[in-house]
């Protein structure tokens, strides 16, 4: 868990809501939520009533002006309670940092102030059947009509998908406007004619955050729900989506790794043999394997609150840093979910257990786009001077 030390005395306070959440409301819904499929309601409600979801909208609409760092801090003390609630909530942040980037007043009033208020829940609709890691090449067609937008296609694996107040979405140029490589950032509201959702899809692990594919079939929404300008897609993607996407995905799955570490440490650190009553942490091989956890999963959150740190504060290496983040934390929430259930033997080798939701959840971390691969490459390409893409 993220110390107080390493946070701003300003988000410390956040914090401590988030983990009292955490304890006394994930904690209690965490296994129906994950057994049955099921959204993590009284979770979003409790950080939406204690303005945790006002994260990222900036002071002078209301909200707290947080930045990389509280959303990595907050991702992780849920995560490690309900991977699908930090998620969740970290999906609605994310889509909050985008709309914030170049909100116009109209965008401010009627979406980053009910957002502020804990009235608005936002969330990111980028992926498309056809477009894999590769997230950021939409095939969604937008055209103008004077002052409306009409839009036709389909997103996929949309997180929040039946609960959300409005979606990011992206697009092609507008049909007659713009060059080849130039996309669209919108806004989507909920339930307007033309949209329609396919049923919650069902995965090994993630599974309570109603993620659902959305087809769009020449859907009107206003001129006014253009996030900057045409042509800005690209700019939204590596500025702004990208690297709160990134860091929200890492301190979820740091989360995932920390519970797993503290499910091994419990039982390694409590069950002792009938025959010996000797402590199973006792044996020099378990120590050292619970020493090299704990090693690999502090060595990634120093990368990942460091990471932040830089993101926030503008540093010319950070987006390095933070494209290193996800693929790290993905690679400590799988092995030490792996090894933790090793250690726990079969008193953690049981169905829907934390551990068991740990491992599952884990593995969504490669699969999520960018993909591990995806990203490691794009570090690799940036220490050359390659370009991204």
């Known amino acids: 868990m993220p110390s107080r030390n390493i946070l701003s005395t300003s988000l410390a306070p956040l914090a401590e809501d988030a983990r009292e959440i955490a304890r006394t409301i994930t904690a209690a819904h965490a296994e129906r939520d994950d057994r049955e499929a099921r959204w993590p309601a009284e979770t979003m409600a409790a950080l939406s009533s204690a303005r945790l979801t006002a994260l990222l909208v900036p002071a002078d609409l209301g909200g707290h002006g947080e930045g990389m760092l509280g959303l990595v801090a907050i991702s992780e003390i849920l995560a490690a309670e309900s991977a699908s609630a930090g998620l969740c909530y970290a999906m609605h942040c994310v889509g909050s940092a985008v709309i914030a980037a170049k909100a116009t007043d109209y965008q401010r009033e009627h979406y980053l102030q009910p957002i ?5 829940l936002t969330t990111l609709a980028l992926s498309e059947p056809g477009s894999g890691a590769f997230f950021f090449y939409p095939e969604v067609t937008a055209r ?17 998908a039946a609960h959300a107040d409005s979606y990011v979405i992206s697009t092609l140029p507008f049909t007659g406007e713009g060059e080849e490589g130039q996309f669209n950032c919108l806004l989507l509201d909920r339930d307007l004619p033309g949209a329609s959702w396919d049923e919650p899809w069902h995965g090994f692990g993630m599974r309570s955050n109603d993620s659902r594919t959305l087809h769009l079939d020449r859907v009107r929404l206003p001129a006014a729900n253009l996030l900057g300008e045409p042509g800005d897609q690209l700019w939204y993607v590596f500025q702004v989506i990208a690297p709160y996407f990134l860091m929200a995905m890492a301190g979820t799955y740091l989360g995932v790794a920390q519970a797993a ?6 039982h390694v650190g409590t069950r002792r043999y009938a025959h010996s009553g000797e402590l199973l942490g006792a044996a020099p091989v378990v120590a050292h394997r619970l020493g ?3 090693t690999e999963l502090e060595a990634t959150r120093q990368l990942i609150y460091s990471a932040a740190r830089k993101g926030d504060a503008g540093h010319p290496d950070a987006l390095s840093a933070i494209f290193a983040c996800k693929a790290a934390a993905g690679d400590t929430a799988v092995r030490l979910a792996n090894e933790a259930m ?5 008193a953690g080798y049981r ?6 939701r740990a491992l599952r959840d884990a593995r969504a971390a490669h699969v999520m786009a960018p993909t591990t691969d995806m990203l490691k490459t794009w570090v690799g390409r940036a220490l050359i001077g390659l370009p991204l893409l």
Do not use: I, P
Request: glycine share 14%; with cysteine.
């Open 116 to 120: 502020a208020r804990g009235e608005h």
């Open 144 to 160: 103008r009509d004077g002052d409306t937008l009409e839009v036709t296609g389909t997103k996929s694996f949309v997180t929040n």
């Open 261 to 266: 570490f503290d499910e091994a440490r419990a």
């Open 292 to 294: 090299e956890m704990w």
């Open 342 to 346: 090793t250690l726990c033997g079969g």
């Open 351 to 356: 169905e829907n257990g934390r551990l068991t």
